[in-house]
């Protein structure tokens, strides 16, 4: 009887192959610390930062940007939301050193480990990512051991930089004796990104962790990398934003800034700002995600206003557009976002991992036709 590989062994197969090929680190490039080898993660190789010209090592947006977009959102974009760092070890523990631009670890509403912690996770033998450890800031660097007693074998790891502090440095280090290699490069297929432009819920408020916003979910779902272009309170469609996002070449645009912008804004706003990205990007899907419900509007009257008033006036804008004959355009409406029982948010606008999570199932309807 023929042997016929089922799609698990397939995929373990498939991730041995790609395990065995990778380039190994040469330790000398490192730097010895207490029988750990620490290596920059740059030199590994960083997903999720969409322009190379930055100024510092870890912004989201090139150094030419300063001075274009608002200073609010240039400020935002020193944030290191959405970068990661995928790598390969036989290690029998992954270590971390990273440094940050703020000394304010927190917030009132999020937890230091969202803010300014890092989030590890690992492929298993079926090919999925699975979380594995959380690096907990201690201060403004902070030298720890995510995990150890790793059984022996070469994995593949994923580490999340963290959602609201900006980063100078990253190492990633490994007990002297065992090698850290580069990934291979992500098949073609799998290659290009999933970019989100949108505000303080793009960005990541409240995760408990960077591996919990739905960007990063939705990473790992469909295996790609993903681009967060999130502003807290800033996610306007800035005529200065659609430039810098038309220069990328990217899977699929997700643009979620509705919960910045209010009606008038909306409607004087958001046409231009989708004819433009089309224009440049001719044949890149868009998806046009409308604001998530106030956990609270089914009582507050005015909430609940706010979110009808920016949804009108946005839907008004898509079915005008697909009535002219604008292609690749794809619609989700707010109500599909968040659950019915207020349990999603942490103050009845920004969600927690459950609200989250349910957001990231709710895009992966709209996104998996898009991206196979």
């Known amino acids: 009887m023929r042997f016929r590989p089922t799609a698990v062994v397939l995929a373990f197969l498939l991730c041995s192959v790609s395990l065995r090929a990778a380039e190994a680190l040469d330790s000398a490039t490192g730097k010895e610390a207490k029988g750990v080898i ?3 993660a740059k030199a590994i190789g960083i997903e999720g930062q969409a322009f190379a010209d930055t100024k510092a090592p870890y912004d989201r947006l090139p150094g030419k940007a300063d001075g274009v977009v608002r200073p609010p959102v240039w400020n935002l974009s020193r944030d290191s939301a959405g970068m990661a760092v995928r790598f390969v070890s036989d290690a029998p523990a992954i270590h971390a050193r990273w440094s940050l631009t703020k000394e304010k670890l927190e917030m009132p509403h999020m937890a230091a480990t969202g803010v300014s912690g890092l989030d590890l996770y690992v492929r298993t033998e079926k090919g999925n990512w699975h979380w594995l450890a959380v690096g907990k800031p201690a201060a403004q660097t902070t030298t720890a051991a995510l995990i150890s007693n790793i059984p022996a074998g070469k994995r593949e790891y994923l580490l999340y930089l963290p959602l609201y502090n900006g980063v100078t440095s990253l190492e990633i280090g490994v007990p002297k004796g065992s090698t850290l290699f580069k990934p291979d490069a992500r098949p073609a297929a799998r290659a290009k990104p999933i970019l989100f432009y949108g505000t303080s819920i793009t960005h990541g408020a409240c995760a408990s962790r960077p591996g919990m916003v739905h960007t990063s979910i939705l990473g790992r779902w469909f295996d790609r990398p993903v681009i967060n272009l999130g502003f807290s309170g800033n996610g306007t469609m800035d005529d200065s934003m659609g430039n810098l996002l038309a220069e990328l070449d990217v899977a699929v645009y997700v643009i979620d800034c509705l919960p910045n912008m209010d009606a008038k804004a909306v409607a004087a706003k958001a046409e231009p700002f989708i004819r433009a990205l089309r224009k440049a990007k001719p044949n890149t899907p868009i998806v046009l995600v409308e604001d998530r419900t106030y956990g609270d509007a089914f009582l507050i009257e005015s909430k609940a206003k706010r979110n009808a008033g920016s949804r009108e006036e946005f839907r008004k804008t898509y079915a005008k557009l697909k ?13 599909k976002l968040l659950g019915e029982d207020g349990d999603d948010t942490v103050d009845s606008s920004h969600p927690s991992d ?8 709710a895009m992966k309807v709209v996104l998996e036709p898009l991206l196979r």
């Open 323 to 335: 009535a002219e004959g604008m292609t690749g355009l794809s619609y989700l409406e707010g109500e």
């Open 354 to 361: 459950l609200g989250f999570m349910r957001q990231a199932e």
């Open 38 to 40: 620490f290596f920059d």
